[in-house]
């Protein structure tokens, strides 16, 4: 199964990931090995917009069949985009976890927030030791 | 009589067929099973349009016999065995304690005259088995518990069809004359018309040592391996409890939507939590299990709170169906609510309809 952690985005112990929409946004999504700890995704409760979130605070959740999972911001900021696609096909973070599957964008207050967050080697590792 | 309770992890015979094909396998009840082979959702389409099996040979089953059997079946039960006149007929039932509330639900088969066959829940065992024996005191029975059986239970519509390639000629007619709720031995093995599913197929019982040959034999009839997660979205659909969920030996069969499983008549059948159930019944039962269906978006789970216009209620067990494309769930509420609820969800209030289970039987949708 593994998909490998794209190299490009940033991680965290939640396993979420980050990835610069190149505008001051970040799209944020689950990772490959987080969707396959919950199994086949059948609803996620988005955050909503304009959403002033700090970091690691609640802000949704991914049902799947088996449970409920809550999500959290990787860091502090505003909600600036959800996926509304997940309304109606919430298995996309099954099938696209790092692509079509992303949850929401966030505005970063603080760039330098970034630096905190584990890149996809140190995410690899944290998880393997972690199982 | 076997004694495993100390024994850290238990193993099926098919063990290693589960680790062949991808299973993830946890802890159920002492016994290391599959919760699914990659696909919850996928698996339980299969059984609803296609043929599954599951490994349930964790499943006790217990073989009474004796010139007193039927009398003594008759005062252990909640309904009343005297109903299976005809050799290979099955019957659910709960067994009560004296307060009436349900040690277990379970299905006796009645094998011969002074024979029958009992398959009880993987994590009671231990309770049944000791509830059981202090009840046969004085009567003259024997019980054995049959672990060198094991039991693949084969469902959905093309089960049948599927496990009768497998049976040779005289094998095969005679399984496909097998009325539902009735099951057969065929040499060494037990098949039966029956399961936890909403669907048709059979439940086999065979020696330890075979099941892993008709496992295969299975697998290249087309047969595909269904996990523990797939088995309980398809009960729920069917509307069949879960022990341990849905009711225990608090809740009485009144209260769990097993009213048609207690045998009233004939009225001087005593058995055990029968005047306690006559209590309750004549006073009303303050609570009933029904079904929910979720009109908004979520998912219903256990434990969440049910909110109707006669008080609180709880979901005891909920899921998202994968047949239906909706949430559903039971709930056990107040005797007078119907038509509509509110569920608690992450403090939200959402709205569900109140439906009679089933959901789902055999692959259709009844809500």
């Not at chain 2, 009225?267 to 019944?281: Q, T």
Request: glycine share 10%; proline share 4%.
């Amino acid at each position: 199964m593994s998909n490998e952690n794209p190299s490009d985005l940033r991680y965290t112990k939640t396993h979420e990931w980050l990835r610069d929409n190149g505008d001051g946004t970040y799209a944020v999504g689950i990772t490959d090995h987080a969707q396959g700890l919950l199994g086949d995704v059948v609803y996620v409760e988005l955050p909503e917009l304009e959403t002033e979130l700090t970091a690691e605070e609640n802000c949704g959740v991914i049902e799947s069949v088996k449970a409920a999972s809550d999500m959290y911001s990787p860091l502090e900021g505003e909600v600036t985009e959800v996926n509304e696609e997940l309304d109606s096909e919430p298995e996309l973070i099954n099938s696209a976890p790092f692509g079509e599957g992303w949850i929401f964008a966030i505005k970063p207050k603080n760039i330098e927030d970034l630096d905190e967050l584990m890149d996809a080697d140190q995410y690899e590792a944290y998880y393997q030791e972690e199982a | 009589m076997s004694d495993t309770e100390n024994s850290k992890s238990q193993r099926t015979p098919l063990y290693d067929k589960h680790v062949e094909a991808g299973g993830k396998m946890v802890d159920f009840a002492g016994w290391e099973m599959p919760i699914n082979y990659g696909s919850q959702v996928t698996e339980h389409k299969q059984v609803r349009e296609d043929a599954g099996m599951f490994d349930v040979s964790h499943m006790v089953v217990l073989d009474f016999k004796g010139t007193q059997v039927k009398v003594f079946l008759q005062h252990l039960l909640a309904n009343d065995v005297a109903k299976l006149k005809d050799e290979g007929k099955a019957l659910y039932s709960g067994m009560l304690n004296k307060n009436g509330g349900v040690i277990d639900d379970l299905i006796v088969y009645y094998m011969e005259e002074g024979f029958y066959r009992m398959v009880v829940n993987a994590a009671t065992r231990q309770n049944d088995l000791k509830w059981i024996l202090e009840q046969l005191e004085g009567y003259d029975v024997d019980l054995s518990e049959r672990t060198d059986l094991s039991m693949i239970a084969v469902q959905g519509p093309n089960a049948r069809k599927k496990v009768a390639s497998l049976l040779g000629n005289i094998g095969s007619k005679r399984a496909h004359t097998l009325k539902p709720f009735f099951g057969m031995q065929l040499d060494e093995s037990f098949i039966a018309r029956t399961g936890y599913t909403g669907e048709d197929g059979f439940e086999i019982m065979l020696p330890n040592e075979q099941a892993p040959g008709l496992w295969d034999g299975l697998l290249s009839a087309g047969v595909k391996p269904i996990g523990l997660g797939a088995r309980d979205t398809l009960r729920l659909e069917a509307g069949m409890n879960l022990y341990g969920t849905d009711m225990d030996e608090s809740i009485s069969p009144l209260a769990a939507g097993m009213s048609w499983t207690i045998a009233w008549e004939p009225s001087d059948r005593d058995f055990i939590g029968r005047s306690a159930l006559e209590k309750e019944k004549a006073e009303g039962s303050p609570m009933k299990l029904v079904g929910l269906v979720l009109e908004d978006k979520g998912v219903l789970r256990g434990h969440q709170k049910v909110i109707t216009d006669h008080g609180d209620g709880e979901i005891t067990s909920g899921s998202f169906s994968p047949s239906l494309g909706v949430s559903v769930a039971l709930a056990r509420i107040p005797s007078e609510a119907k038509d509509s609820c509110h569920v608690e969800i992450r403090g939200k209030q959402l709205k569900a309809r109140i439906v009679r289970p089933p959901f789902v039987r055999n692959g259709k949708s009844l809500i």
